[in-house]
């Protein structure tokens, strides 16, 4: 009996991760930014504005600016909106050709970042607005692309980057990548926007109420869709692919901690119920797996499994996952086959966060003091 339940967990848990996951590789070709359309003879869109909030990002802007400078649809103007910085963003930024604005002073109910993009807005001059992180890195065509994919769907676009790795520990982001495209959803799944890029008609925007309907809000991209929603505007996300990348944390291992601490309540609270259901079938069966075929590489008494029928259980998970982080990242094959060390890392940030949570602390980012419970307030705030 404990080995039929044991079965019933594990092949439970492949099923939602196969829903989870599979969907991916199905998809792959739908879900990716489409590519630049061959006889397209625009070179200059006088109506897109890029704004992009920087806080403290000296060093990884210029990356950014310049591949805008190498676009092949060249856009009216690009607003770098310094959100405080106490490093070299604003010098760096004007440096690198782009009109730098300071934000004026915040006012106590909004958050740094849906202040500085507000700021942006205002500011502008197109009548396409795009918001970028400073951490994005474009290919020559990714701007043609992301406008032609607006003009095609008609509302708001956004685009998940592709997570580019460089050091070993970066490789511990993919279970977090495969977390936020699922909650957010993408092509007609869409259920809010992804951050780091996205483009929106000036009109739109405003009549979504803009940054200042989610100013409290540190989840803005997710909430700035609902709006955009409830106001009957379509929504469609993309994969990045090889148009639209970034790499996140490259400052170290504590960064990456405290990024992902920050963002996994807002994400978990955003997340349909369904979809979180299946995500935690599938932890269940994969710790599962990786537990019994352990014990029997182990010798242990308590594998209830045979020996190979627990390592191709394990196999099986592993390679489900190989199929589908590779079209979040670079995760190789080496993320897939120590799954368990990934889980362990999430659940190390599952558990800070909660802890964090429910003492009322807080989690540094940028310099400001991130909340992840505001008493009485209900949900995760700005602390400074």
């Known amino acids: 009996m404990p080995t039929l339940w044991l079965l019933v967990v594990l092949l439970t848990g492949f099923g939602a991760g196969t829903l989870i996951f599979g969907v991916r590789v199905i998809r792959k070709s739908t879900e990716l930014l489409p590519p630049a359309v061959p006889d397209r003879t625009c070179t200059h869109s006088p ?13 990884r802007i210029p990356t950014l600016l310049q591949s805008l400078s190498a676009q092949t649809l060249e856009p009216l103007e690009i607003l ?17 050709g782009a009109r730098v604005l300071s934000t004026p002073p ?3 109910s909004w958050v740094g970042k849906t202040w500085a993009c507000h700021t942006g807005a205002s500011a502008s001059t197109g009548q396409l607005l795009l918001f970028l992180d400073a951490d994005v890195e474009l290919d020559p065509t990714a701007l043609e692309r992301i406008v032609a994919a607006r003009e095609a769907s008609g509302g708001v676009v956004s685009v998940q980057p592709y997570h580019r790795t ?52 540190v989840l803005d991209d997710v909430d700035l869709g609902k709006c955009c929603l409830q ?30 601490t920050r963002n996994f309540l807002q994400g978990a609270g955003a997340t349909p119920t369904r979809t979180l259901l299946l995500q935690s079938l599938w932890i269940t069966g994969a710790v599962t797996a990786a537990v019994q075929a352990g014990l029997t590489l182990a010798g242990s008494a308590l594998a209830l499994l045979g020996g190979w029928l627990a390592l191709g259980v394990y196999a099986a998970y592993a390679v489900l996952l190989a199929l589908s982080v590779r079209t979040y990242g670079s995760f190789g094959v080496a993320v897939a086959l120590t799954f368990p060390a990934h889980l362990l ?10 802890w964090i949570r429910a003492g009322g602390g807080s989690v540094d980012w940028r310099g400001r003091a991130v909340q992840l419970y505001a008493p009485g307030a209900g949900k995760t705030r700005i602390a400074e």
């Open 345 to 354: 890392f999430f659940g190390s940030v599952m558990l800070r966060a909660l």
């Open 231 to 260: 106001q009957g505007t379509a929504v469609r996300n993309y994969l990045g692919g090889n148009a639209v990348q970034f790499r996140m944390y490259p400052s170290g291992p504590r960064d990456m901690h405290n990024g992902w």
């Open 47 to 59: 109506a897109l504005s890029v704004i992009i909030p920087a806080r403290n990002e000296a060093s």
């Open 166 to 217: 460089v050091r070993l520990y970066e490789s511990f982001s993919a279970l977090f990548n495969a977390q936020v495209v699922t909650a957010v959803g993408v092509g007609a799944a869409s259920r809010g926007l992804f951050g780091p890029c996205i483009l929106i008609e000036r009109g739109a925007y405003y009549r979504c109420g803009g940054h200042e309907a989610v100013q409290d809000s």
């Open 80 to 96: 770098v909106v310094d959100d405080e910085s106490t490093d070299r963003t604003a010098q760096v930024a004007g440096h690198h």
């Open 106 to 108: 915040r006012p106590h």
